[in-house]
């Protein structure tokens, strides 16, 4: 009879259903922030995205039976293979990025549980996630395995009514407000189960705060924001040549300088300041000491001298060798077995009537573009199309390119994807932003549309109209707001017109950058702290041996 009642008080703690249960929990977590991710997800989906999560964390802290190491990891494998599926059409290495991320994040959340449990076992002790978590995210933008694209500020990119405060905190903000609606609600369930009438009420009306001020002030700046700047004329080709196919294939090489001449000309005007084209549209291959030899620059040169005021923004593979001595570089490609060696880059360049500028790519695409270091074994190959090579040479910095009275902020494609490094084109006085992109490796999925909203935050943060060029789309203007003013058909050839506002002033966060962020890991580093220190205290306190925590009993 005694064994029967023990078998029936511990059940949801060590029993089949309990584990049933807690499986369940993270998988619903993993749906929740699936379902609020761009395009077709609902954004405020996030503010409970890591209810369930927590829920089933405070149960484990509580002395319930379970790994909340591998429980989180199967709902960030669910969101992360959800949602960025589509990066299976350009490598088979998303998989590995799919088990990276989310046993990342599973750490994180995983540290965040173990600080919790030893330093304060509170509904409010949730409250740690929130630094853990930032920091986590400040990281996906510095180290080699960069991947920012599921930081879930960015979820708000279909709501950006929403987050015009971005403009002083960037994307860490949004980040910052996910996790404390999660938190509180989270807590607000915890103390009702507990019957704690105070607390609820508190938490409650700090609910309440924190989840509609930033809406109704973002909604207010949002009606009543003006555009600022002068006039400028600009126009997109989307040249619509199949990456897989065509546009890497030597026979089609003049025919996309064609097509982009051939669609930008009926749209141009004795106004128009810049042609915008996508990315790597050039691939015959530049040579950056001797630029008068390539045949598509020619081409172009010959274009824009028709129209003097105009210059065309395009993207194409540059070359350049390695200076004597630099041979070691990890980015350096010999030739051969000579003892010649060469850079590549992926490059965006202007063309004007009199003067040619370019920058490299600098953040560059894991895998695809850019091999680690410590994976030197590999660093003449790629983990994606048989197209790309080896490691690329980028810029150490964000170089602007100037035309007349204008200084311009070109994103190469993934580079739109990282706030604070867009922000510095925007510092160093860039009154337009560009983005020339590729995105037709991924076919007609989710991902070229997730790449396109999030063009709509890099306006917002930096008040800076947005003219994008995707080579097979989705191309595009997007104003200082944030709207977007026009768009392209996916996989259409086309060309569109639209007069932005050029605008000088530097926002707040373009001035500070990820401030949110490195407080994040300032206090991170105090949580770890706490735990070590907390880890001792009790260490010592039990005479040398571990401290057991002691299970919840039901009543």
């Known amino acids: 009879m005694n064994k029967t009642k023990k078998r029936h008080d511990t059940a949801g703690h060590g029993t089949r259903d309990g584990r049933g249960r ?52 199967l709902a960030f494998f669910i969101w992360n293979v959800a949602t960025t599926w589509w990066v299976w059409n350009a490598t088979p290495a998303a998989t590995l990025a799919w088990i990276l991320n989310a046993l990342f994040m599973a750490t994180v959340f995983f540290m965040f549980h173990l600080t919790k449990k030893k330093v304060c076992n509170k509904p409010w002790g949730n409250f740690v996630l929130i630094p853990y978590w930032m920091a986590f995210e400040y990281l996906t933008y510095l180290w080699s395995i960069k991947w920012p694209w599921l930081n879930l500020g960015n979820a708000f990119s279909t709501q950006h009514e929403w987050i015009q405060w971005y403009e002083y905190t960037g994307v860490a903000g949004g980040t910052l407000w996910i996790l404390l609606v999660n938190v509180l609600i989270t807590n607000i369930i915890l103390h009702f189960k507990s019957k704690e009438t105070k607390p609820i009420l508190i938490n409650l009306g700090a609910e309440a705060v924190i989840l509609l001020v930033p809406i109704f002030v973002s909604t207010h700046i949002y009606k009543h924001y003006e555009e600022q700047g002068a006039d400028t004329e600009v126009i997109v080709v989307q040249q619509n040549c199949d990456p897989w196919n065509e546009q890497f294939d030597k026979q089609f090489y003049d025919q996309v300088i064609q097509n982009n001449i051939n669609l930008s000309l009926p749209l141009i005007t004795p106004k128009t300041r810049f042609v915008v084209s996508s990315e790597s549209a050039i691939q015959e291959g530049i040579w950056l000491h001797e630029t008068d030899k390539a045949n598509a620059l020619q081409q172009l ?14 993207g194409g593979t540059t070359y350049e060798w390695v200076p004597q001595g630099m041979e070691d570089d990890f980015p350096a490609r010999q030739i051969g077995n000579t003892d010649r060696y060469y850079y590549c880059h992926n490059s965006a360049l202007l063309i004007g009537s009199d003067n040619l500028q370019h920058r490299n790519k600098s953040q560059l695409t894991p895998a695809v573009e850019a091999i680690p270091e410590w994976m030197g074994f590999l660093r003449n190959f790629s983990l994606t199309m048989g197209i790309a090579r080896g490691t690329l040479k980028g810029d150490p910095e964000a170089k602007v390119m100037a035309y007349g009275d204008h200084k311009i902020g070109a994103a190469i494609c993934y580079e739109s994807a990282f706030g604070a490094y867009v922000s510095t084109f925007c510092k160093k006085g860039a009154d337009l932003l560009f983005v020339i992109t590729n995105d037709g490796w991924w076919g007609h999925t989710p991902g070229y549309r997730q790449h396109f909203e999030f063009s709509k935050l890099r306006a917002i943060e930096n008040r800076r109209c947005v003219a994008r060029s ?4 989705r191309s595009g ?3 200082q707001r944030g709207d977007v003013l026009q ?10 017109r639209e007069t932005l506002k050029a605008n000088d002033k530097v926002t707040f966060y373009a001035k500070h ?14 949580g770890l702290i706490a735990w070590v220190a907390f880890s001792i205290i009790r260490w010592n306190q039990a ?13």
């Open 301 to 314: 040169r010959e274009y824009v001298q028709r129209f003097p005021q105009m210059a065309f923004v395009i």
């Open 543 to 555: 005479g040398g041996k571990p401290v057991k925590t002691k299970k919840s009993k039901k009543k």
């Open 477 to 479: 203007f997007i104003n």
């Open 22 to 73: 807690r499986i369940v929990l993270a998988i619903i977590s993993g749906g929740l922030l699936t379902a609020a991710w761009p395009t077709w997800g609902v954004a405020p989906l996030a503010f409970i995205g890591f209810v369930p999560l927590l829920l089933l964390e405070n149960r484990i802290a509580q002395g319930e039976k379970g790994s909340v190491l591998w429980l989180s990891f």
């Open 513 to 526: 950058g990820d401030y949110l962020s490195r407080i994040a890991v300032y206090l991170t580093f105090v």
């Open 487 to 496: 768009q392209t058909h996916y996989w259409v050839p086309d060309a569109i």
């Open 470 to 473: 995707a080579n097979t789309g």
